[in-house]
């Protein structure tokens, strides 16, 4: 159990969701052990160190792991993610460096997540009627959310979303949300299937010709916006095919540094956009759980349909395992220690 300070406060978690990100620095190795990863959390208040204003012991919450400064060059461009405050890791379950710390029993919240008690920081009330496991997709549902708003659709576009996992369902819903008209490219049905449930009724099997499904139902344009939601090199070049002179490719899950072969001359002469969204955004922090909160009351976006599998903290290898190779039937794992 780690120890707070002045400021801080201890959560019991109670749910937490296997991020993508989390896999990738534990199969680089970019992170030294021992370290402790897990940032789609959410629990009970256990301690609350001295000094905490509006926040007491036996609050339900979810705590964001990064939070940034508000004041410098890029919270002043809100180009939050790249604030070196916000690269600091205010979340940690004592072992090791700070890795959000998620998967374990208790989490150290860091003054700066926790905020004054006036101004909103990361520390997040979860009201009675959400369950933890809605409450611990607010992070990962503000980070869908930033790059849909970076898109700026518009009711007329027509958006391909490739890959269904449970962050491509996320944008895709959203991106329906915003009023466009989506098309889901995965291989497998079963994840189609899922996705129906979020009214995603347009599905494109990845095994076949996606581009040519694109301009099939567009006149022979291409898509508006194709939003890429699976970490494959090689689909930088299929999106960029697929959508439209003029369109936007948005990468969403290109988080480990490479190289990738696209035409240069559909940027320059078919004035394509490529273009990416990381991470978070405190700007439209309230608007994330907002979303959150009232699609599960509504039904609407009750993201709990995405968890496939539920595991004990004594088997999260075995969750790590799965999530690292996913299957047909395998969405949103989560933790529950």
Not at 124 to 148: G, H, L, S, W, Y
Not at 272 to 277: A, D, V
Not at 278 to 288: N, P
């Amino acid at each position: 159990m780690p120890k707070i300070g002045a400021g801080e406060v201890l959560v019991r978690i109670d749910t937490c969701g296997i991020c993508g990100t989390d896999l990738k620095k534990i199969h680089t190795g970019s992170h030294s052990a021992p370290r402790v990863f897990g940032h789609e959390m959410a629990g009970t208040i256990a301690q609350v160190g001295e000094g905490v204003r509006g926040f007491a012991v036996g609050d339900r919450v979810m705590a964001f792991h990064h939070i940034p400064c508000g004041h410098c060059f890029y919270c002043r461009k809100k180009t939050f993610a790249q604030c070196e405050t916000y690269k600091k890791v205010g979340t940690t379950a004592g072992l090791g460096e700070a890795a959000g710390g998620g998967f374990a029993q208790y989490i150290r919240v860091m003054d700066w997540i926790v905020g004054d008690g006036v101004t909103p920081a990361g520390l997040i009330r979860v009201p009675d009627d959400i369950p933890f496991e809605q409450a611990a997709f607010i992070e990962p549902v503000n980070t869908c959310f930033k790059a849909i708003r970076l898109l700026e659709l518009e009711p007329d576009d027509t958006v391909l979303v490739i890959g269904q996992g449970s962050i491509g369902v996320l944008l895709a819903a959203l991106a329906r949300q915003a009023g466009a008209t989506v098309l889901t490219s995965d291989m497998y049905p079963e994840r189609h299937a899922i996705a129906a449930q979020y009214g995603l009724d347009h599905p494109l099997d990845a095994r076949g010709d996606v581009v040519a499904a694109c301009k099939a139902v567009t006149e022979g344009r291409g898509a508006d916006v194709a939003l890429v939601a699976v970490g494959a090199d090689a689909l930088i070049a299929t999106a960029m095919a697929a959508i439209r002179p003029g369109g936007r490719v948005m990468l969403f899950a290109s988080t480990q540094h490479g190289t990738a072969a696209f035409d240069p001359a559909a940027v320059c002469m078919d004035e394509k956009t490529l273009m990416g969204s990381y991470s978070a955004s405190v700007a439209i922090q309230q608007e994330g759980i907002d979303l959150v909160f009232e699609g599960y009351r509504s039904g609407k976006l009750d993201l709990t349909k995405l968890i496939s599998h539920r595991f004990s903290l004594g088997d999260a290898a075995e969750a790590i395992d799965l999530a690292s190779h996913p299957k047909a039937d395998s969405m949103k794992i989560v933790l529950k220690p």
